[in-house]
Nanobody, 125 residues
Framework: QLQLVESGGGLVQPGGSLRLSCAAS????????IGWFRQAPGKEREGISC????????RYADSVKGRFTISRDNAKNTVYLQMNSLTPEDTAVYYC??????????????????WGQGTQVTVSS
């Protein structure tokens, strides 16, 4: 059973950066495509990035394209989300999720089998 744990969230000023980590246990991440999602208060959970199992394919939501970068270190069983140029609109709980099969509809939450518990990111001055 794959388990995912996010870390790296916190309070950051506008324009700042954070790097989130998604550490896996119970199975190797080599078999899984990983997505990053976020959910702001009163809003639906949205997909913001995805990496294929090898890292050769990545996808980004328009809202984060050019600012966020997903990467993975399968040897460390960890996926990262580097977030730069943060704005208050990026404030949310951030989740990582895993699924075995690549799908063009990468941001659909229903396609992911495993979820972490989330980490809070707050962008405020």
């Amino acid at each position: 059973q794959l388990q995912l744990v996010e870390s790296g969230g916190g309070l950051v000023q506008p324009g700042g950066s954070l790097r989130l980590s998604c550490a896996a246990s119970g199975s190797t991440l080599n078999y899984f495509n990983i997505g990053w999602f976020r959910q702001a208060p009163g809003k639906e959970r949205e997909g913001i990035s995805c990496s294929s199992s090898t890292g050769s394919l990545t996808r980004y939501a328009d809202s984060v394209k050019g600012r966020f970068t997903i990467s993975r270190d399968n040897a460390k069983n960890t996926v990262y989300l580097q977030m730069n140029s943060l704005t208050p609109e990026d404030t949310a709980v951030y989740y990582c999720a895993a699924r075995r099969f690549w799908h063009s509809n990468w941001s659909a939450t229903s396609l992911y089998e495993y979820w972490g518990q989330g980490t809070q990111v707050t962008v405020s001055s």
